[in-house]
T-cell receptor
Framework: GEDVEQSLFLSVREGDSSVINCTYT??????LYWYKQEPGAGLQLLTY?????DMKQDQRLTVLLNKKDKHLSLRIADTQTGDSAIYFC????????????FGSGTKLNVKP | DTGVSQDPRHKITKRGQNVTFRCDPI?????LYWYRQTLGQGPEFLTY????????KSRLLSDRFSAERPKGSFSTLEIQRTEQGDSAMYLC???????????????????FGSGTQLSVL
């Protein structure tokens, strides 16, 4: 199956920028997504990018996509303690239905 | 809109027992997914419904697992003869097509419930 890889942990200080990285193997991916999961909760979609885009900005979030290297990153500007959560990268190839493949998640710890 | 709700939140059962989980999706969503998530991992796809039709099942879904969505609204996931390896968080999601929001075809926005945590003793 398709592989989506992420680093397990990231620790930053409040106010700094966080960059969470993801690599994927499926070259037919059409959409790439970032989801956030807080303890005891389901996943919440943060942002997504279509595969023919290089960058997407949404308030404090910036998504960069390097399709050649199959590398996706999520930058969170001015990270707050409320951003502490697990962040999942996911991809789908949009055929008959959207079978999503998720990474293992990156646990972001924001220190005050 | 109260979001996707799942019931129960937690289930503890003995090995060999049957369990059933329920998912109520967002009312206007016709697509419904079941995922399984184990500790330290991302969600893994189990099965997918469009309206009442079950269109895809993962090979992870052994014949002890069955899912239904009888009227195209709520869905149930039943696990028969539970095994310790079935212990996981079972997540339900419903979705809206991103194309309906001006995006290109092929994208979906998944709305997840809070999950049912199953512990098999």
């Amino acid at each position: 199956g398709e592989d989506v890889e992420q680093s397990l942990f990231l620790s930053v200080r409040e106010g700094d920028s966080s960059v969470i990285n993801c690599t994927y193997t499926d070259s037919s991916s059409t959409y790439l997504y970032w989801y956030k999961q807080e303890p005891g909760a389901g996943l919440q979609l943060l942002t997504y990018i279509f595969s023919n885009m290089d960058m997407k900005q949404d308030q404090r979030l910036t998504v960069l996509l390097n399709k050649k290297d199959k590398h996706l990153s999520l930058r969170i500007a001015d990270t707050q303690t409320g951003d502490s959560a697990i962040y999942f990268c996911a991809e789908s190839n949009g055929y008959n239905f959207n079978k999503f493949y998720f990474g293992s998640g990156t646990k972001l710890n924001v220190k005050p | 809109d109260t979001g996707v709700s799942q019931d129960p939140r937690h289930k503890i059962t003995k090995r060999g027992q049957n369990v059933t989980f329920r998912c109520d999706p967002i009312s206007e969503h016709n697509r419904l997914y079941w995922y399984r998530q184990t500790l330290g991992q991302g969600p893994e796809f189990l099965t997918y419904f469009q309206n009442e039709a079950q269109l895809e099942k993962s090979r992870l879904l052994s014949d002890r697992f069955s899912a239904e969505r009888p009227k195209g609204s709520f869905s149930t996931l039943e696990i028969q003869r539970t095994e310790q390896g079935d212990s996981a968080m079972y997540l339900c999601a419903s979705s809206v097509d991103l194309a309906g929001q001006g995006a290109r075809k092929g994208g979906e926005k998944l709305f997840f419930g809070s999950g049912t945590q199953l512990s098999v003793l």
